[in-house]
Protein backbone atom coordinates (compact mmCIF):
# COMPACT_ATOMS: atom_id res chain seq x y z
CA UNK A 1 0.00 0.00 0.00
CA UNK A 2 1.06 3.28 -1.33
CA UNK A 3 1.50 5.65 1.73
CA UNK A 4 1.29 9.34 1.75
CA UNK A 5 2.94 12.33 2.84
CA UNK A 6 3.15 12.43 6.66
CA UNK A 7 3.52 16.02 7.19
CA UNK A 8 4.79 19.07 5.70
CA UNK A 9 8.56 20.27 6.38
CA UNK A 10 8.18 22.24 9.01
CA UNK A 11 11.62 23.87 10.98
CA UNK A 12 11.85 21.41 13.66
CA UNK A 13 11.92 18.23 10.80
CA UNK A 14 13.95 20.55 8.54
CA UNK A 15 16.80 20.83 10.84
CA UNK A 16 16.36 16.91 11.95
CA UNK A 17 16.79 16.07 8.34
CA UNK A 18 19.58 18.45 7.91
CA UNK A 19 21.75 16.71 10.14
CA UNK A 20 21.46 13.69 8.46
CA UNK A 21 22.85 14.60 5.18
CA UNK A 22 24.91 18.18 5.17
CA UNK A 23 25.28 19.64 1.73
CA UNK A 24 28.35 18.22 -0.12
CA UNK A 25 28.26 20.56 -2.99
CA UNK A 26 27.81 20.32 -6.83
CA UNK A 27 28.85 17.49 -8.83
CA UNK A 28 31.78 17.19 -10.26
CA UNK A 29 31.88 17.71 -14.18
CA UNK A 30 28.72 16.21 -15.96
CA UNK A 31 31.20 14.21 -18.35
CA UNK A 32 31.29 10.24 -17.62
CA UNK A 33 34.95 9.12 -16.67
CA UNK A 34 36.67 6.95 -18.80
CA UNK A 35 35.55 3.57 -18.97
CA UNK A 36 37.96 0.72 -16.98
CA UNK A 37 37.70 -2.09 -14.95
CA UNK A 38 37.45 -1.52 -10.95
CA UNK A 39 38.15 -4.34 -8.68
CA UNK A 40 35.90 -5.85 -6.56
CA UNK A 41 32.75 -4.08 -8.09
CA UNK A 42 29.88 -4.85 -10.83
CA UNK A 43 30.40 -1.13 -12.20
CA UNK A 44 33.39 -1.00 -14.97
CA UNK A 45 32.64 2.87 -15.51
CA UNK A 46 32.03 4.38 -11.86
CA UNK A 47 34.82 4.02 -9.41
CA UNK A 48 33.66 4.21 -5.78
CA UNK A 49 36.14 6.94 -3.69
CA UNK A 50 36.68 4.11 -0.64
CA UNK A 51 37.12 7.21 1.49
CA UNK A 52 34.57 9.66 0.48
CA UNK A 53 32.31 7.57 -1.64
CA UNK A 54 29.74 10.41 -1.99
CA UNK A 55 32.61 11.98 -4.02
CA UNK A 56 32.00 9.26 -6.60
CA UNK A 57 27.97 9.63 -7.34
CA UNK A 58 27.27 9.77 -10.80
CA UNK A 59 25.64 13.01 -11.92
CA UNK A 60 21.79 13.13 -12.80
CA UNK A 61 23.01 13.30 -16.55
CA UNK A 62 25.84 10.25 -16.10
CA UNK A 63 23.62 8.09 -14.03
CA UNK A 64 20.92 8.75 -17.20
CA UNK A 65 23.44 8.16 -19.84
CA UNK A 66 24.68 5.03 -18.34
CA UNK A 67 21.38 3.08 -16.53
CA UNK A 68 22.69 -0.22 -16.28
CA UNK A 69 26.59 0.92 -14.98
CA UNK A 70 24.73 3.26 -12.51
CA UNK A 71 22.35 -0.28 -11.22
CA UNK A 72 25.89 -1.59 -10.51
CA UNK A 73 27.55 1.41 -8.94
CA UNK A 74 23.76 1.13 -6.64
CA UNK A 75 25.05 -2.40 -5.96
CA UNK A 76 28.74 -1.72 -5.13
CA UNK A 77 27.37 0.77 -2.49
CA UNK A 78 25.45 -1.77 -0.81
CA UNK A 79 27.65 -4.44 -0.90
CA UNK A 80 30.08 -2.31 0.10
CA UNK A 81 28.25 -0.98 3.52
CA UNK A 82 27.04 -4.47 4.46
CA UNK A 83 30.47 -5.88 4.35
CA UNK A 84 31.06 -2.68 6.63
CA UNK A 85 28.52 -3.25 8.98
CA UNK A 86 29.58 -7.16 9.13
CA UNK A 87 33.40 -6.09 10.24
CA UNK A 88 31.27 -3.83 12.98
CA UNK A 89 33.04 -0.75 10.97
CA UNK A 90 29.73 1.58 11.31
CA UNK A 91 31.54 4.62 10.09
CA UNK A 92 32.81 3.02 6.74
CA UNK A 93 29.15 2.12 6.39
CA UNK A 94 27.73 5.17 7.25
CA UNK A 95 30.22 6.77 4.41
CA UNK A 96 28.81 4.14 2.36
CA UNK A 97 24.82 4.45 3.09
CA UNK A 98 25.17 8.85 2.61
CA UNK A 99 26.51 7.68 -0.84
CA UNK A 100 23.54 5.63 -1.49
CA UNK A 101 21.40 7.97 -0.13
CA UNK A 102 22.68 10.94 -2.30
CA UNK A 103 22.35 8.17 -5.31
CA UNK A 104 19.16 7.05 -4.55
CA UNK A 105 17.33 10.18 -2.65
CA UNK A 106 13.43 9.32 -3.31
CA UNK A 107 13.37 5.96 -2.24
CA UNK A 108 13.40 4.90 1.73
CA UNK A 109 16.00 1.86 1.53
CA UNK A 110 19.47 4.16 2.15
CA UNK A 111 17.47 6.42 4.30
CA UNK A 112 16.79 3.54 6.68
CA UNK A 113 19.64 1.86 7.03
CA UNK A 114 21.76 5.21 8.02
CA UNK A 115 19.15 5.59 10.76
CA UNK A 116 19.88 1.97 11.80
CA UNK A 117 23.76 3.11 11.63
CA UNK A 118 23.43 6.22 13.03
CA UNK A 119 21.81 4.81 15.99
CA UNK A 120 24.39 1.91 16.54
CA UNK A 121 27.01 4.70 16.54
CA UNK A 122 24.62 6.80 19.07
CA UNK A 123 24.27 9.85 16.34
CA UNK A 124 21.03 10.55 17.69
CA UNK A 125 20.45 14.11 15.57
CA UNK A 126 21.87 12.11 12.56
CA UNK A 127 19.60 8.82 13.42
CA UNK A 128 16.68 11.01 13.82
CA UNK A 129 16.96 13.41 10.25
CA UNK A 130 17.39 9.94 8.45
CA UNK A 131 14.62 7.87 9.90
CA UNK A 132 12.56 10.98 8.95
CA UNK A 133 13.96 10.91 5.63
CA UNK A 134 12.92 7.13 5.37
CA UNK A 135 9.45 7.63 6.73
CA UNK A 136 8.52 10.40 4.42
CA UNK A 137 9.82 8.25 1.13
CA UNK A 138 8.15 5.09 -1.03
CA UNK A 139 9.25 1.81 0.77
CA UNK A 140 9.38 2.94 4.20
CA UNK A 141 8.53 0.35 6.51
CA UNK A 142 7.19 0.01 9.88
CA UNK A 143 10.87 -0.61 11.03
CA UNK A 144 11.44 2.77 10.31
CA UNK A 145 8.55 4.44 12.41
CA UNK A 146 9.22 1.78 15.37
CA UNK A 147 13.42 3.11 15.02
CA UNK A 148 12.47 6.91 14.86
CA UNK A 149 10.53 6.52 18.35
CA UNK A 150 13.36 4.37 19.81
CA UNK A 151 15.87 6.51 19.23
CA UNK A 152 13.56 9.80 20.35
CA UNK A 153 12.52 8.21 23.65
CA UNK A 154 15.84 6.75 24.60
CA UNK A 155 17.27 10.65 24.62
CA UNK A 156 18.54 11.13 28.68
CA UNK A 157 16.03 14.03 30.15
CA UNK A 158 13.07 15.59 28.80
CA UNK A 159 12.36 15.89 25.78
CA UNK A 160 11.97 19.23 23.72
CA UNK A 161 8.38 20.83 23.17
CA UNK A 162 9.51 20.33 19.54
CA UNK A 163 10.45 16.76 19.93
CA UNK A 164 7.26 15.98 21.78
CA UNK A 165 5.23 17.58 18.44
CA UNK A 166 7.02 15.80 16.01
CA UNK A 167 6.55 11.92 18.28
CA UNK A 168 3.32 12.95 18.65
CA UNK A 169 2.70 13.94 14.74
CA UNK A 170 4.15 10.06 13.74
CA UNK A 171 1.94 8.17 16.27
CA UNK A 172 -0.64 9.92 15.07
CA UNK A 173 -0.13 9.54 11.02
CA UNK A 174 0.21 5.58 12.64
CA UNK A 175 -3.09 6.10 13.77
CA UNK A 176 -4.02 6.00 10.73
CA UNK A 177 -2.93 3.14 8.82
CA UNK A 178 -5.20 -0.10 9.16
CA UNK A 179 -4.39 -3.32 10.95
CA UNK A 180 -1.26 -1.78 13.18
CA UNK A 181 -3.48 -1.47 16.07
CA UNK A 182 -0.72 -3.66 17.97
CA UNK A 183 2.55 -2.20 16.99
CA UNK A 184 1.14 1.34 17.06
CA UNK A 185 0.01 0.62 20.76
CA UNK A 186 3.19 -0.80 21.44
CA UNK A 187 4.99 2.63 20.65
CA UNK A 188 2.49 4.94 21.90
CA UNK A 189 3.49 2.87 25.64
CA UNK A 190 6.63 3.45 24.90
CA UNK A 191 6.26 6.93 24.57
CA UNK A 192 3.95 7.42 27.71
CA UNK A 193 6.72 5.92 29.83
CA UNK A 194 9.36 8.71 28.58
CA UNK A 195 6.72 11.18 28.72
CA UNK A 196 5.48 10.10 32.30
CA UNK A 197 1.80 10.22 30.80
CA UNK A 198 -0.30 7.88 32.74
CA UNK A 199 -3.46 8.47 31.03
CA UNK A 200 -1.72 7.84 27.32
CA UNK A 201 -0.62 4.39 29.30
CA UNK A 202 -3.85 3.58 30.59
CA UNK A 203 -4.87 3.89 26.82
CA UNK A 204 -2.25 2.09 25.53
CA UNK A 205 -2.45 -0.93 27.74
CA UNK A 206 -6.63 -1.19 27.27
CA UNK A 207 -5.66 -1.60 23.56
CA UNK A 208 -3.04 -4.15 24.08
CA UNK A 209 -5.31 -6.13 26.53
CA UNK A 210 -7.88 -6.16 23.77
CA UNK A 211 -5.76 -7.47 20.50
CA UNK A 212 -2.67 -9.43 22.54
CA UNK A 213 -3.47 -10.33 26.01
CA UNK A 214 -1.15 -13.20 26.30
CA UNK A 215 2.11 -11.26 24.75
CA UNK A 216 5.17 -10.73 26.85
CA UNK A 217 4.97 -7.00 25.89
CA UNK A 218 1.41 -6.29 26.95
CA UNK A 219 2.18 -7.72 30.34
CA UNK A 220 5.70 -5.59 30.48
CA UNK A 221 3.77 -2.71 29.59
CA UNK A 222 0.62 -3.05 31.99
CA UNK A 223 3.30 -3.62 34.77
CA UNK A 224 4.44 -0.45 33.82
CA UNK A 225 1.11 1.04 34.13
CA UNK A 226 0.92 -0.63 37.69
CA UNK A 227 4.41 0.95 38.89
CA UNK A 228 3.32 4.10 37.60
CA UNK A 229 0.14 4.38 39.33
CA UNK A 230 1.63 2.88 42.48
CA UNK A 231 -0.41 -0.42 42.45
CA UNK A 232 2.44 -2.70 43.94
CA UNK A 233 -0.14 -5.78 44.39
CA UNK A 234 -1.28 -5.97 40.61
CA UNK A 235 2.81 -5.17 39.68
CA UNK A 236 3.32 -7.96 41.46
CA UNK A 237 1.19 -10.35 39.68
CA UNK A 238 2.29 -9.11 36.74
CA UNK A 239 5.50 -9.93 37.35
CA UNK A 240 4.22 -13.89 37.62
CA UNK A 241 2.48 -13.41 34.37
CA UNK A 242 5.65 -12.42 33.01
CA UNK A 243 7.55 -15.53 33.65
CA UNK A 244 5.20 -17.58 31.60
CA UNK A 245 4.83 -15.08 28.85
CA UNK A 246 8.33 -15.57 27.39
CA UNK A 247 10.11 -12.68 29.41
CA UNK A 248 13.78 -14.06 30.25
CA UNK A 249 15.31 -14.83 33.64
CA UNK A 250 16.71 -11.17 33.63
CA UNK A 251 13.86 -9.08 32.25
CA UNK A 252 12.14 -10.35 35.16
CA UNK A 253 14.98 -9.99 37.84
CA UNK A 254 14.28 -6.36 36.78
CA UNK A 255 10.66 -6.08 36.92
CA UNK A 256 10.98 -7.75 40.38
CA UNK A 257 13.67 -5.53 41.79
CA UNK A 258 11.43 -1.99 41.00
CA UNK A 259 8.17 -3.45 42.35
CA UNK A 260 9.69 -5.15 45.94
CA UNK A 261 11.67 -2.06 46.45
CA UNK A 262 9.01 0.38 45.31
CA UNK A 263 10.87 2.74 43.33
CA UNK A 264 8.00 4.50 42.31
CA UNK A 265 7.99 6.72 45.58
CA UNK A 266 11.39 8.21 44.54
CA UNK A 267 11.21 11.65 43.25
CA UNK A 268 8.90 11.94 40.03
CA UNK A 269 11.60 12.34 37.26
CA UNK A 270 14.06 10.11 38.72
CA UNK A 271 11.39 6.76 39.00
CA UNK A 272 10.47 7.64 35.27
CA UNK A 273 14.03 6.78 34.40
CA UNK A 274 14.60 3.54 36.92
CA UNK A 275 11.15 2.28 35.66
CA UNK A 276 11.85 3.18 31.54
CA UNK A 277 15.06 1.30 32.56
CA UNK A 278 13.50 -1.71 33.13
CA UNK A 279 11.24 -1.37 30.61
CA UNK A 280 13.46 -1.25 28.03
CA UNK A 281 15.86 -4.19 29.17
CA UNK A 282 12.54 -6.30 29.98
CA UNK A 283 11.68 -5.56 26.14
CA UNK A 284 15.27 -6.43 24.93
CA UNK A 285 15.46 -9.48 26.06
CA UNK A 286 11.68 -10.22 25.15
CA UNK A 287 12.69 -9.14 21.93
CA UNK A 288 15.74 -11.26 21.29
CA UNK A 289 13.48 -14.36 21.35
CA UNK A 290 11.37 -13.91 19.47
CA UNK A 291 11.51 -14.61 15.55
CA UNK A 292 12.33 -11.63 13.24
CA UNK A 293 9.66 -10.95 10.95
CA UNK A 294 9.22 -8.92 7.48
CA UNK A 295 9.05 -4.97 7.53
CA UNK A 296 5.87 -4.05 6.86
CA UNK A 297 5.35 -1.42 4.06
CA UNK A 298 2.97 1.37 5.09
Given at each position: MRKYRMMSLGPVTAFLLAAAVSPRGAHAADQAPPARPNAGQLSTLF???????????PTPKQR????LEFGYFVQDLLAKAE???????????????????????????????????????????????????????EGGTLIDYQRFVRVMVKKEGDLSPEERTLLNQVL????????????????????????????????????????????????????????????????ARLVDRAKLAGVTVDGVAQMASVTVSGRWWLPRVLGAVTLGGAVLLALFLLGRRMTARSPRPL
Open positions: SINERDPESSVDGNPIATKKQDHQAAIRYYRALAMAVPDRATAWSKLCEAYEIVQDRGRALGACKYAMDRAHLDQQPGMATPVAHLRCESAIKLKDEAAMGSCTAVLAKVAPEDGRTIVFQWSYAVMRGDRAEA
